[in-house]
């Protein structure tokens, strides 16, 4: 991807250079229409070759602010929260989710995070759930490993993003969860734990952790549960040893040409001490401000290394009974009593003899019933055609056209790209992407690229085919 920036008298400009000058529905969609969050775009064709002028005055990339930070819980999740948002709102422009560039080089802010602004790039076509990968992997090697719940976050986007045939909507699931920065805790003394059915933590077969019969007692366990991992190691690459060395032997060599020339002898030719303890202070001073300056810590590397542990049985809950719990692992990991951080899921207070139950903002009830996700349909109103139309992704498009359309009809007063369906927030809606004969929800007809809520058995209109839409709720 060629890219270049040009300055003009009132604008600055990134140019990057599309395949040919064949405009398609998504360039009329950046010329038409001011696109919340998108960098305002102007299409240029100059010898049969698309540029992409896009305005950058006063604007300042993610890569250029972040490139001497540490990175905070808070304006990571601000960023993700962004960048989906804005994901989600160019869905009512039909572009293509794989066309943005999540790249720090070409995602721009003016002031806050929340102002953030994205490149489209018509015919980029790089998955964009492998683009976040790769941006999680960044802020993973960016991160300020002592907050655990950027930690916490950041790595199970990383996980998700890697499994195959994930998707952008459990992304944004994650994302969800991660609403605090810290996870409230409470203590329950252990005559509660052993003999309250109502407040015992359940604890696996192999762990002794207190006997009733002779009051409060701890047991000897062995080490148990090998598990991997991942901790940031902070280094100085190889040449900054080197330029220290190459310092540390300039400083000996240039009192040895001192010496040699005289400067530090005196006039018997004898070394003078007093010149001579002068020169070495001098030099000493010169290559220890290049050492400290070669070693300043925030020219350290990091990378990301797997340490195998061993987890102690003793005074801890293993992740099978904290899934019994109701929560899930990540959420147990890391809890803050009394200022204190406790780790791999501790549970016990080696000072108080009291157990650590972690909780979220309100104590959780068992859930027996989990309500499922509603299905939507179409049904035709053509008794001939009694067969119900699946909705099953969004956007669901609707026309001609036997390629981009998730439902194919062949009427010929039908456009080739005739309407679609899309949701938000669990409200699905219904689009007339600029049709020929119009679409008409309920005999209303639509105006044209203006997003409209349908509800169930509602009548919808596509030219003169007629279908019900139906949501079934199980």
Known sequence: MEKEYI??????????????????????????YTIPGLVRTEIRCIDNLELFYYDITDLKTIHSIWQENTL?????????????????NSMEYFLEQDDFILNTEYMYVKGKLEKLQLCYFPGFGENIVSQLAAFFEYIMNKADY?????????????????????????????????NHQQIKV??????????????????????????????VKKEETDRSGEYEKQEEISFYELQTYILGGAAVAVGIGALLILYKGGILSNEMGEPDFIKLLAGSAVMVSLVGYVITKLFDPKYKSTKMVTKVMYEDSKERLTDKNLSE??????????????GTILKDNELTNPDEECVTQILDEEE?????????????CLVAKDKENLIDIPIDCFPFYIGKDKNRNGLVLKENSVSRLHAVFTIRDGEVFLTDLGSTNGTHVNGQKLLKNQPVPINNSDELAFSRVFYLFKMKEF
């Open 7 to 32: 300055k003009d008298l009132k604008c600055n400009y990134l140019v990057l250079k599309g395949k040919n000058s064949e405009k398609s529905y998504k360039n009329k969609m950046l010329e038409q």
């Open 72 to 88: 905070h819980f808070e304006e990571v999740k601000t960023l993700l929260e962004r960048i989906f948002e804005i994901i989600d």
């Open 146 to 178: 002592k907050e655990e719940p950027l930690v916490l976050l950041i790595y199970a986007l990383y996980k998700e993003s890697r499994e195959k045939n994930t998707t952008l909507y459990k992304l944004k699931e994650i994302l969800k969860t991660y």
């Open 186 to 215: 409470k203590k329950i003394v252990p005559s509660q734990v052993i003999g309250s059915t109502e407040n015992k933590i359940p604890i696996s077969k192999n762990e002794k952790t207190f006997q009733q019969d002779t009051g």
């Open 325 to 338: 719990q109701g929560k899930s692992p990540e959420e147990q990991i890391y809890a803050t009593v009394k």
């Open 364 to 376: 959780k009830t068992e859930i027996l019933y989990r309500q499922p996700e509603p299905t939507y």
